[in-house]
């Protein structure tokens, strides 16, 4: 299955990413708001909605926040998907 990117701000746009992520288990394991992570991570509340929903994977400096952040539980190496799968 190939995926189709494009550049956009803080994040790549998948358009065949409709699925739970590990980051939305996070934050609903931890009561953590869309809002409140992304004042920690510095960006927008709708990034994060869509990191979230598994629409956009984060640029490689929002993943290293994202892991900074969720003290190494969302591992950068999370947002990569196995394309050999």
Known sequence: MTHAF???GA???A???HMKTELDSFMKSKGVSDAELAALIGKDRTLVNR???GLVRPTLDVAA???AVTSGEIK????V???AA
């Open 6 to 8: 494009r550049l956009h």
């Open 65 to 67: 926040r994202i892991e």
């Open 51 to 53: 990191l979230r929903r």
């Open 11 to 13: 994040c790549q746009c």
């Open 15 to 17: 358009y065949s990413a």
């Open 76 to 79: 950068m190496q999370s947002w």
């Open 81 to 83: 998907q196995d394309e």
